[in-house]
């Protein structure tokens, strides 16, 4: 995130000259004058590989200029004649992902608006939309203008352009013709390839794509739903990259490997398929060749064949089966490693290679059933199973940067805080990532389950004969991306069930680019002709007590799709509790003084950071923090500081995320409607928010990570809500022996009220093992509790997990709340009594030693804190966080905190005595030359502050 204060820079007030028809002094008027002279830009990020040697990514050294049409008012031909003058333009690096952006992205590289995602800042720079559709902003209404110059390739080569997609739709120019028209060059995730050869020049070549508003109500696009505020420009731009792909006369692309892998995972029998593009004007021949490399080195294994491609056109090759005996099994992190294969192929004439292709892919099987068929679900609920594993699918929705911009670094940092979280899952919506994205997914162990978006031109179910041809193309694209990754393990439709013409356009799609994973037909409970029962249904999205997730019994009997009967039954595709509320730390950094107050003193105000929606807060509408806020003033007590507000929305989130978790885990061995999968919506957001996320995208870890974060431990005991039960589940690798329950039962004055312990058990991997003990806890009317359960393997706690609960419970008001996003409440627990607790006090110690963690971090820090309370005096809910502080002790002033850390774990309640060991990986150059201080808080206790000692180099 940029810092406030930063100065505008040259190109800025070039920019605001340039945007207001002006030209900054020295500049002449634009035309196809003088060459303007070479300019380097210099890349922010690494230009990333193409996979061939034919392919560039255009851009790469010397970058884009950038200009909307209503300053730039040439032709298309003038502007993309060599040596047209771009003085005043902007100029725009690719990112990490090889592509020049939307328009904001230009201007934000340029200085415009610093510290875009403060307060309002974005709305005050850019303007605002209120509804998802057409452009409303006068200032990105005209077309934009992107820029570049390139060589020509060798003589006798042929040239072709590759557009990956244009968010928007474009008129593609080059070299003074138009090569494409607004009318073809359209659709975010369809590839179009153009034919340029005879318009090059040997002196050297500009392109110039005219970008036309994006329209996510009228093209195959993309747009943010109510995810976030509408990006001013509606992410009109480039979002992968432009290429140029040189050679000939034979050109080998579109690798990839066809798996044939047994049930038992024995042996699998691999097919390399290439396309052989012939772009003489004489039939060619010449001999392919793939390599497949198995991980960790071993042997190659090589197979050749030659082929003749007649003059202009490609052959399909299918090279001889490779068959590989006990091969090297791709599995999710929490169950095995993550070996990946090597793919090379290559194209030779005479002995001399042409060009050649390199990629990587995962063995691997993935397979999905309808079971467990209900009342509700009379079809049966959707399940996965991987390598012939059945899963519960715990995962997250996947938001990206909101102007589309793309950091590797930036995707590394987040899966350390999805493997930290216990996670197995991201779910993508309409969202469809770079390669490099993938590549690290499947690096990690993630699973994907990718799929179409929502609420928009995607849903249309009257297509014009040029869109239906988009629409397959679009599948076809996205299936030749996706194919090679064992990350994605699944494709599905969003809300609606596709026409029959859509699903035929989609699958032929599909299988045109060879990519086989279980396709679903509907995020909610819906059904298509070839597909047939999804076995999925969607929410709730706002505020919902933790015992609604406990619920089974309840669904629609007027609603098949069963949108919003959200209790733990089924596979639920997006659901969450609504509104999540980030630390201090985090708020200080995006909200204003003034949207601090209304944050705690008025909850139907409109946070900006929340989305564009308004006040209402009922419905489809999510613009307050109304609806979580009447639960924490109804469960916790009215806040009366902001301080206050923000540790009550802590507890609640906490509550409510471990809940959703718990719940669909332990009830996966119901026999009707198991729990299969929650997709908790949503997982990250592009920017800082309140409104549905796991965790901020400042990487602030709150309540509702560290919810979650304990409900996904390998190895965990829950409290079920439904039956006042223990549940064991053992969500790891390896069968785990010698495990035992410790049960405790506390009231708020800290007294020991019950304590007893299970027999030791036995749990193989992915076991749930469900009434392993029940607890004896108060049943007098208005009395608040605490249970605390210690999962001990062989006499070591590895898990602690407490409960805070009233016997005065959250009463849902059934009728009233089926089909509602948000439960209607007929009366609300009541936690009142958390706010009276005796004060406790504890202690910390604090190492720092080195230890490689995600994202480059090189430090690991272990917190030791302990309840030292002479009395029996619960230390609730402790939060460690490093900070920037001096060698006494003391934190230093301003936002100190170190945002590298990830916990492993958090938000701890501790009884006297007892000791938790809290650790972080982190970056050491993130204390900037500080002492590391770590801060310890808790409800009750007061806030201390000790010196981490160092071991570390």
């Not at 390399?272 to 003489?280: A, L, P």
């Not at 599909?510 to 969607?538: C, H, I, M, R, W």
């Not at 919902?544 to 209790?567: K, R």
């Not at 708020?748 to 007893?756: E, I, K, S």
Request: hydrophobic content about 35%; aromatic content about 8%; glycine content about 10%.
């Amino acid at each position: 995130m940029a810092h406030r204060g930063r100065k505008l820079t040259t190109a800025a007030v070039a920019l605001g000259l340039a945007l207001l028809g002006l030209n900054p002094p020295g500049a002449a008027a634009g035309g196809a004058t003088a060459p303007a002279p070479p300019v380097t830009v210099q890349p922010h990020l690494p230009d990333p590989p193409t996979g061939s040697s034919a392919v560039v990514n255009l851009g790469a050294g010397n970058g884009w200029k950038v200009q909307s049409s209503a300053t730039a008012t040439q032709s298309g031909s003038r502007i993309s004649t060599p040596g047209f003058a771009t003085t005043g333009w902007l100029s725009v690096a690719n990112d990490g992902g090889g592509a020049p952006g939307t328009e904001i992205n230009a201007l934000l590289q340029n200085g415009s608006c610093p510290d875009v995602f403060y307060s309002v800042n974005m709305k005050s720079c850019y303007g605002q939309m209120t509804t998802v559709g057409p452009e409303t902003i006068t200032r990105f209404k005209a077309p934009w203008w992107y820029r570049t110059d390139f060589a020509s390739p060798p003589a006798g080569q042929s040239a072709r352009l590759v557009l990956n997609g244009v968010v928007g739709a474009a008129d593609v120019w080059v070299n003074g013709t138009r090569v494409a028209d607004a009318a073809t060059a359209t659709g975010a995730y369809a590839e179009h390839v153009l034919d340029i050869t005879a318009l090059l020049r040997k002196g050297g070549n500009s392109l110039a794509i005219d970008l036309h508003p994006n329209d996510p109500t009228g093209m195959l696009s993309v747009d943010d739903v109510d995810w976030t505020q509408i990006p001013p420009d509606n992410n009109t731009g480039i979002q992968f990259p432009v290429q140029l792909e040189t050679g000939g006369p034979l050109v080998d692309g579109n690798a990839h490997v066809v798996q044939n892998t047994a049930a038992d995972l024995s042996s699998s029998a691999l097919t390399v398929k290439t396309d052989i593009t012939n772009t003489s004007a004489t039939a060619q021949t010449g001999t392919v060749t793939a390599t497949v490399t198995p991980p960790g080195g071993g042997a190659d294994m090589t197979v050749s064949q030659n082929v003749t491609v007649p003059a202009r056109s490609t052959r399909t090759v299918a090279l001889p089966t490779l068959t590989i005996a006990k091969p090297q099994i791709w599995w999710p992190y929490q169950l095995g490693g993550q070996p990946l294969y090597r793919l090379a192929t290559s194209v030779a004439q005479g002995g001399a290679v042409l060009n050649s292709t390199g990629s990587s892919f995962g063995i691997r099987t993935v397979d999905s059933a309808l079971v467990g068929p209900s009342a509700g679900a009379p079809g049966g609920v959707r399940q996965f199973t991987v390598n012939g594993t059945p899963l519960v699918i715990r995962g997250g929705g996947w938001d990206p940067d909101l102007f589309l911009r793309y950091d590797p670094a930036d995707t590394a940092r987040q899966i350390g805080l999805l493997k930290s979280l216990g996670v197995n899952t991201v779910r993508l919506e309409g969202h469809f990532m770079p390669a490099d994205w993938f590549q690290q997914m499947d690096a990690a162990g993630i699973l994907v389950n990718a799929g179409y978006q929502c609420c928009d031109f995607w849903e249309n179910t009257s297509y014009t004969s040029a869109q239906q041809s988009l629409y397959q193309l679009t599948a076809q694209t996205l299936g030749r991306e996706l194919r090679n990754h064992p990350s994605v393990f699944s494709f599905q439709w969003s809300d609606n069930a596709p026409t029959a013409t859509q699903e035929t356009l989609a699958l032929n799609g599909f299988k045109a680019a060879d990519f086989d994973v279980p396709f679903v037909s509907s995020a909610e409970y819906n059904t298509s002709p070839q597909l047939g029962t999804s076995g999925e249904k969607e929410g709730p999205y706002d505020w919902v007590p933790p015992s609604y997730w406990y619920d089974t019994s309840h669904y629609s009997t007027s609603d098949p799709t069963q949108t919003n009967a959200g209790g733990s039954w089924g596979f639920d595709s997006e659901q969450s509790s609504g509104d999540t509320i980030p630390t201090l730390d985090s708020i200080n950094r995006f909200l204003s003084p003034g949207e601090q107050t209304a944050l705690w003193k008025t909850p139907a105000y409109n946070q900006y950071h929340d989305n564009y929606e308004g006040t209402g807060h009922t419905g489809y509408a999510f613009g307050t923090n109304a609806n979580l806020d009447a639960a924490i003033t109804s469960r916790y007590g009215a806040p009366t500081s902001l301080t206050q507000y923000v540790e009550e929305a802590q507890l609640q989130n906490y509550e409510s995320t471990r809940a959703q978790f718990e719940a669909f885990i332990d009830h996966s061995t119901n026999s009707a409607a198991p729990a299969t999968g929650t997709i908790y919506w949503q997982l990250n957001k592009g920017w800082p928010t309140m409104l549905w996320a796991l965790y901020n995208n400042d990487d602030d870890q709150a309540g509702a990570y560290f919810g979650a974060q304990q409900a996904n431990r390998p190895l965990h005991a829950l409290y079920a809500l439904d039956t006042g039960t223990v549940t064991v589940d053992n969500l790891g690798s390896g069968t785990r022996s010698g495990v035992t329950v410790e049960a405790k039962v506390y009231d708020t004055a800290g007294r020991l009220l019950d304590d007893r312990d299970s027999p030791a058990l036995s749990l193989t991997s992915q076991q749930v093992v469900t009434n392993v003990l029940k607890p004896a806890v108060p049943t007098a009317a208005g009395t608040v509790y605490f249970v605390e359960l210690l999962l001990r393997q062989n006499g070591a706690v590895l898990d602690r997990n407490v409960y805070w609960n009233s016997t005065t419970p959250d009463v849902v008001n059934w009728p009233k709340t089926l089909g509602q996003p948000q439960a209607v409440m007929s009366s609300y627990a009541d936690l009142r009594a958390l706010r009276s607790l005796p004060t406790a006090t504890v202690s910390a110690s604090a190492r720092i030693t080195d230890q490689p963690g995600p994202d480059n971090a090189d430090r690991l820090l272990t917190v030791t804190v302990t309840n030292t309370s002479s009395t029996p005096t619960v230390g609730f809910f402790l939060r460690a966080d490093l900070r920037r502080g001096t060698a006494a002790g003391a934190e230093l002033p301003g936002d100190n905190q170190v945002r590298s850390a990830i916990w492993g774990d958090n938000d701890v309640t501790l009884w006297p005595g007892e000791s938790e060991t809290l650790t972080a990986s982190f970056s050491a150059a993130d204390l900037r030359g500080a002492t590391p201080v770590v801060s310890v808080l808790g409800s009750n206790t007061a806030r201390s502050d000790v010196v981490a000692d160092s071991a570390a180099g």
